[in-house]
């Protein structure tokens, strides 16, 4: 089955850096394209960056833009987010997501959410 495991959240200071990763497995991974969502404290999720299969395009929300970068490695079906210059805003629960179609039916995966703290 599809699963999307995330690693590499905690506390970090404001102005410091994080990286998450996100394994997945269940799936050709090479032929999907990647997400990171995430979801503040009573707010709603969010998307915060996306990769398509090939790298050949990314898009992040304006918010994150020019602070975070989105990559994969295919060999390694791993999707990382490089977190830079963290601000207390960035204070959420990052998601992994997927989704693609099987059988003409699109279906969407998430994985089990990992916590990002800015704060001093």
């Known amino acids: 089955q599809v699963q999307l495991v995330e690693s590499g959240g905690g506390l970090v200071q404001p102005g410091g850096s994080l990286r998450l990763s996100c394994a997945a497995s269940g799936f050709t991974f090479s032929n999907a394209a990647m997400s990171w969502y995430r979801q503040a404290p009573g707010k709603e999720r969010e998307l915060a960056a996306r990769?398509?299969?090939?790298?050949?395009?990314?898009n992040y929300a304006d918010s994150v833009k020019g602070r975070f970068i989105i990559a994969r490695d295919n060999a390694k079906n791993t999707v990382f987010l490089q977190m830079n210059s963290l601000k207390p805003d960035d204070t959420a629960v990052y998601y992994c997501?997927?989704?693609?179609?099987?059988?003409?039916?699109?279906?969407?995966?998430w994985g089990q959410g990992t916590q990002v703290t800015v704060s001093s």
């Open positions: 990769i398509t299969s090939n790298t050949e395009s990314t």
């Open positions: 997501n997927t989704r693609f179609s099987m059988g003409g039916v699109f279906f969407t995966f």
